[in-house]
């Protein structure tokens, strides 16, 4: 008799999986991201750093909804990348939401000194890099030199 009860609630416990099993489980369905938009930056910046750019990307992506710098740091990864096309438009966004930023000003002159095209607007480009920001005026003058330098080989 024992024996039985046992075979009885083994088959019960094995049904009760079953049936569990065949059913959908819950999801758990997030509304709101949880981290805010300087979170996804510095989870970017994270992931750059050990060498996982595509996942940098989701996460600058993610931030720039609302974030203009991380179009700066989009570009950046693309640049890394060699998709080119791709920089272009992110640093032009980049500038153009927020024309302050003077990174996206010199960066976007590096990618056309390195492409070796537009370097007129380069030129222009890293001219009012310093001129936002004179504080960085020595890295944004070596951008400035190399692409008067490339110009005058032309």
């Not at 819950?26 to 996982?52: M, R, T």
């Not at 998709?83 to 302050?100: G, L, R």
């Not at 095209?117 to 030199?145: C, H, V």
Request: charged share 30%.
């Amino acid at each position: 008799m024992r024996t039985k009860k046992k075979n009885i609630y083994f088959l019960l416990l094995i049904s009760y999986f079953l049936l569990l099993s065949s059913c959908a489980m819950p999801k758990i369905v997030i509304l709101d991201d949880p981290l805010s938009l300087e979170e996804h930056i510095n989870l970017g910046v994270a992931y750059e750093k050990k060498g996982d750019i595509d996942n940098a990307l989701k996460e600058y992506k993610l931030a720039s909804k609302k974030l203009p710098l991380a179009y700066l740091y989009m570009a950046n990864i693309y640049f890394q990348k060699n998709e080119f096309d791709e920089a272009e438009s992110a640093y032009k966004k980049a500038i153009k939401k927020n024309p302050d930023n003077s990174d996206a000003y010199n960066n976007l002159a590096w990618l056309y000194y390195t492409k070796k095209e537009n370097l007129n607007e380069a030129e222009e480009l890293a001219l009012k890099a310093i001129e936002l920001n004179p504080s960085k005026k020595d890295i944004y003058q070596d951008t400035l030199r190399k692409i008067r330098e490339l110009r005058g080989q032309k």
